[in-house]
């Protein structure tokens, strides 16, 4: 029985609890592997599979307890059981027992694990029946009785035969052997001179006396009277060059006596003298190779048998035959359970053994359809037989393997299956397809080999590249694809499958390269036309809200002129800007941008009106922040303003309505810092003449030009910042200052670490943070730091102090506290740093 269950995990604190978690598959508890085993009936063997899951903890051992059905109470059988296996003693014979384990690790003892009810009997039977094969050697007071093993021991070894005879005119058996013997023959003694006997024969066990075999004919107890007859054929069976190799059948009659022997005798064809070629007292075996004849000689050949009053009859070979080298193809005897295929599990091993027959010898190859044979194959070649021997299978041995004989009259072949009950293969060409910024499509094809048994399902698992262990996504994966999904957007991935059958979780397939966990960027925003001539235009967007989990690589602009219908690529830039050149005046186009990262193209964002390629032209415009301008007397007055107008527009500057004289400026280089210097200028006109020197500009000290650190922030930022959950939050400010300061950004206080989701960037004059995918965690207080080089100064403190932030839920109540506008301080620090800090509170929702 299995039952599946889904565990969820709830985390608690002083606020409450948290949304529960649940495991991404269900754990299964597991019944006994295999039922209690009953070895006899006081003992049997328990087995059982180790726990699916450990409890994060090694298992130490196991307890094992028992009860009788009767009863309720449960014994302790064993506290320290260290493997998957146990043998019980000491039980009752006819009780019925129920036995339970349970898992232990440092934290405890596990659920446990019934089994079945058992009854305790012995699991044997009585043995079979032998069968008598021959009773020969008879005398006047004894004959020898051979018989075989029954075809069943009844499940345990055989202990005794036991030998019984019955007079022909007796009724009654009488048992001829008192001590035990294990032996499969055995001489009966004490006969009655002239008297029949039939015999019989049964086997024990320790279990008991099984049938007896069938009773034997009826055999007389004499001493034998006469020679016996000739064996019943002889045939050749072999021949070669130098050798014949002949076979007969018994006697009919044996005179009264057991065959001793036979004798082989041979004659050339031409003479009448024979020659005996076996040894005086006979063989004791129906076949003969006679040796050292010569090649086409003609001969005859005759046997006769042997018993205790001498040679028999003769039975003459029927012609002549000469020695010669006889050929005949190869043969292979395979036997019907070879033909049915080998099952043997995980662990186990395989022994092919096959006879066959050839002349001449012939040529032995053993092959495997589906691969080379490995290195634990153990091959034996003899003259008549051949065996395959593999050790410690598993299922990479499962296949067919094929037999060839091949000698000079021919070639034959046999396949014998094996299959190996064992766990799956890996599956095959696992690919990564359908890669999102939070998901990923796995597709595989099935384990070349299934171990044996049907695939259950597959179990799929995924692993970050920055960690070692995998993590599990699913165990009840039915097909060949799965969808993983919840995935870390921007973070690198690799995946594993494996197929399960009745036998466990087979070999993994990896992928061999991480999968980042992104798509391509999503459309740019608005497309702009910044300015178009007769062969340019310059375009401007916005970025995309989202770049699919991957930086942006760049973008690309693509043209379409009127009158065709294929878009093609004008350029490729890094930034939101692009001019395209090579235009035709007067010509019309059609403009779109497409972004780009590691996963491809995005959508085309379109122009939304064609251009035309012409010049621009625009009325000049100032663009001017104030009219009027102060400055402390000896300072420098540095004025700029933004002029736009096409064409270029000419820059005059006048003061009270007169031009400006243009003035010279040079850079002195090579002086000492802190020292003091005065300057005087003298003019030289082309004819090489010189004027009189300046005044003296007065003493100067050389000193860098320093600027405090400053900045300046939209008012927007004034109010609490409120962003919903998902969405980005940007921060930025003009930054000025002599030499450019130093930025960074504080939240709480703390300096903020950049991740993927956190974008800083500092330009020449502005400083900007994007965060991404906002949370709950980042609700809080930031700030923006400028440090330069600036002195010692402290600055009063401006504006009131600055707000408190407060969480918002999705219905969000009115803020505990009022939250105030942001703060502009500067103050001063060690040494000669000046910080400057602008506060902002951020609320998120």
């Given at each position: 029985m299995e039952e599946e269950y889904v565990f969820r995990v709830t985390a608690i604190n002083d606020k409450g609890k948290s949304d529960p978690k649940a495991l991404t598959g269900p754990v299964m508890t597991k019944d006994l592997v295999y039922e209690p085993d009953v070895l006899a009936e006081d003992r049997c063997t328990l087995s059982w599979s180790a726990p699916l899951h450990d409890g994060g903890n090694p298992i130490t051992h196991y307890v094992i307890e028992r009860r009788e059905t009767s009863r309720l109470?449960?014994?302790?059988?064993?506290?320290?059981?260290?493997?998957?296996?146990?043998?019980?003693?000491?039980?009752?014979?006819?009780?019925?027992?129920?036995?339970?384990?349970?898992?232990?690790?440092?934290?405890?003892?596990?659920?446990?694990?019934?089994?079945?009810?058992?009854?305790?009997?012995?699991?044997?039977?009585?043995?079979?029946?032998?069968?008598?094969?021959?009773?020969?050697?008879?005398?006047?007071?004894?004959?020898?009785?051979?018989?075989?093993?029954?075809?069943?021991?009844?499940?345990t070894e055989i202990t005794n035969y036991i030998i019984e005879k019955k007079d022909r005119a007796g009724i009654k058996w009488t048992r001829c052997n008192r001590q035990k013997i294990t032996d499969l023959s055995f001489r009966v003694t004490g006969l009655s001179t002239e008297h029949e006997y039939e015999f019989r024969v049964a086997a024990e066990n320790i279990v008991g006396v099984g049938e007896p075999s069938l009773s034997s004919s009826y055999y007389k107890a004499c001493d034998p009277k006469y020679k016996p007859s000739a064996p019943t054929y002889v045939n050749v069976v072999d021949s070669t060059k130098t050798s014949i190799t002949v076979s007969w059948g018994k006697p009919l009659f044996d005179g009264g006596s057991d065959i001793q022997g036979y004798i082989v005798e041979v004659c050339k064809d031409e003479e009448e003298e024979w020659t005996m070629v076996t040894p005086p007292t006979g063989l004791r075996v129906n076949k003969y190779e006679i040796t050292?004849?010569?090649?086409?000689?003609?001969?005859?050949?005759?046997?006769?048998?042997?018993n205790k009053l001498g040679v028999g009859e003769p039975i003459s070979l029927s012609g002549t035959i000469k020695p010669e080298e006889k050929f005949e193809p190869p043969q292979i005897h395979l036997d019907s359970e070879l033909r049915k295929g080998i099952t043997v599990k995980a662990g186990g091993s395989v022994k092919i053994h096959i006879p066959f027959k050839g002349r001449p010898a012939p040529e032995i190859t053993w092959t495997k359809d589906e691969g080379n044979l490995t290195e634990k194959t153990v091959i034996e070649k003899a003259v008549n037989f051949t065996q395959l021997s593999i050790d410690s299978c598993d299922r990479n041995d499962s296949g067919k393997y094929t037999l060839s004989l091949t000698n000079t009259s021919g070639c034959v072949s046999e396949v014998v299956s094996v299959k190996v009950l064992d766990t799956p293969g890996?599956?095959?060409?696992?690919?990564?397809?359908?890669?999102?910024?939070?998901?990923?499509?796995?597709?595989?094809?099935?384990?070349?080999?299934?171990?044996?048994?049907?695939?259950?399902?597959?179990?799929?698992?995924?692993?970050?590249?920055?960690?070692?262990?995998?993590?599990?996504?699913?165990?009840?994966?039915?097909?060949?694809?799965?969808?993983?999904?919840?995935?870390?957007?921007?973070?690198?991935?690799?995946?594993?499958?494996?197929?399960?059958?009745?036998?466990?979780?087979?070999?993994?397939?990896?992928?061999?390269?991480?999968?980042?966990?992104?798509?391509?960027?999503?459309?740019?925003?608005?497309?702009?036309?910044?300015?178009?001539?007769?062969?340019?235009?310059?375009?401007?967007?916005?970025?995309?809200?989202?770049?699919?989990?991957?930086?942006?690589?760049?973008?690309?602009?693509?043209?379409?002129?009127?009158g065709t219908d294929k878009w093609g690529?004008?350029?490729?830039?890094?930034?939101?800007?692009?001019?395209?050149?090579?235009?035709?005046?007067?010509?019309?186009?059609?403009?779109?941008?497409?972004?780009?990262?590691?996963?491809?193209?995005?959508?085309?964002?379109?122009?939304?009106?064609?251009?035309?390629?012409?010049?621009?032209?625009?009325?000049?415009?100032?663009?001017?922040?104030?009219?009027?301008?102060?400055?402390?007397?000896?300072?420098?007055?540095?004025?700029?303003?933004?002029?736009?107008?096409?064409?270029?527009?000419?820059?005059?500057?006048?003061?009270?309505?007169?031009?400006?004289?243009?003035?010279?400026?040079?850079?002195?280089?090579?002086?000492?810092?802190?020292?003091?210097?005065?300057?005087?200028?003298?003019?030289?006109?082309?004819?090489?003449v010189f004027s009189e020197p300046s005044d003296s500009s007065g003493p100067?000290?050389?000193?860098?030009?320093?600027?405090?650190?400053?900045?300046?922030?939209?008012?927007?930022?004034?109010?609490?910042?409120?962003?919903?959950?998902?969405?980005?939050?940007?921060?930025?400010?003009?930054?000025?200052?002599?030499?450019?300061?130093?930025?960074?950004?504080?939240?709480?206080?703390?300096?903020?670490?950049?991740?993927?989701?956190?974008?800083?960037?500092?330009?020449?004059?502005?400083?900007?943070?994007?965060?991404?995918?906002?949370?709950?965690?980042?609700?809080?207080?930031?700030?923006?730091?400028?440090?330069?080089?600036?002195?010692?100064?402290?600055?009063?403190?401006?504006?009131?102090?600055?707000?408190?932030?407060?969480?918002?839920h999705p219905n969000p109540a009115p803020c505990p506290e009022s939250c105030g506008p942001p703060t502009f301080r500067t103050a001063s620090a060690p040494g000669d740093v000046l910080n400057v800090v602008y506060t902002t509170p951020v609320i998120c929702r």
């Open positions: 109470a449960w014994t302790v059988v064993s506290n320290s059981c260290s493997t998957t296996c146990h043998k019980v003693t000491k039980l009752l014979e006819g009780n019925e027992y129920i036995f339970r384990v349970m898992a232990v690790n440092s934290y405890g003892i596990s659920e446990p694990l019934e089994s079945s009810p058992v009854t305790m009997r012995t699991p044997f039977v009585p043995p079979g029946s032998p069968h008598i094969e021959n009773i020969c050697d008879i005398s006047h007071d004894g004959m020898t009785i051979t018989w075989s093993a029954p075809d069943s021991d009844g499940g050292k004849l010569t090649e086409g000689q003609e001969y005859k050949i005759r046997v006769c048998a042997l890996a599956p095959q060409n696992l690919v990564v397809k359908n890669v999102k910024r939070d998901s990923v499509t796995l597709e595989w094809n099935v384990p070349l080999n299934d171990g044996g048994s049907k695939i259950r399902n597959y179990v799929i698992e995924k692993r970050e590249s920055t960690r070692k262990a995998y993590a599990n996504v699913s165990t009840k994966c039915l097909k060949t694809t799965f969808n993983v999904e919840n995935l870390i957007e921007g973070a690198l991935y690799y995946f594993r499958v494996m197929a399960e059958n009745e036998y466990g979780i087979g070999q993994a397939v990896e992928t061999k390269t991480a999968s980042k966990a992104s798509e391509v960027p999503l459309p740019v925003g608005k497309v702009f036309l910044t300015d178009v001539t007769k062969t340019s235009a310059t375009l401007a967007w916005e970025k995309p809200e989202h770049d699919g989990g991957s930086r942006i690589g760049g973008y690309l602009i693509e043209m379409l002129p009127k690529v004008a350029t490729n830039t890094k930034t939101c800007e692009g001019n395209v050149t090579g235009l035709t005046a007067g010509a019309e186009y059609q403009f779109r941008i497409v972004a780009y990262n590691e996963k491809g193209k995005s959508e085309p964002r379109v122009l939304a009106a064609p251009v035309i390629a012409s010049d621009m032209t625009m009325e000049p415009i100032i663009k001017m922040q104030f009219n009027t301008y102060t400055v402390l007397a000896g300072k420098d007055l540095k004025l700029e303003f933004n002029v736009l107008g096409r064409p270029k527009p000419k820059v005059n500057w006048t003061k009270n309505g007169q031009p400006l004289k243009v003035t010279s400026r040079y850079i002195v280089t090579g002086l000492t810092e802190k020292e003091q210097y005065e300057f005087r200028v003298t003019a030289r006109n082309a004819a090489g100067i000290t050389a000193t860098d030009e320093i600027e405090a650190p400053r900045a300046s922030m939209d008012p927007k930022y004034k109010d609490v910042i409120v962003v919903n959950a998902g969405d980005s939050l940007l921060l930025d400010g003009d930054i000025y200052g002599k030499p450019l300061p130093d930025v960074f950004w504080l939240k709480e206080g703390k300096e903020i670490e950049r991740t993927f989701r956190i974008e800083v960037k500092t330009m020449q004059k502005r400083a900007t943070m994007t965060i991404k995918d906002v949370t709950k965690l980042d609700c809080g207080k930031y700030e923006l730091v400028l440090k330069n080089l600036g002195g010692t100064k402290l600055l009063a403190r401006t504006g009131p102090a600055p707000g408190r932030g407060e969480l918002l």
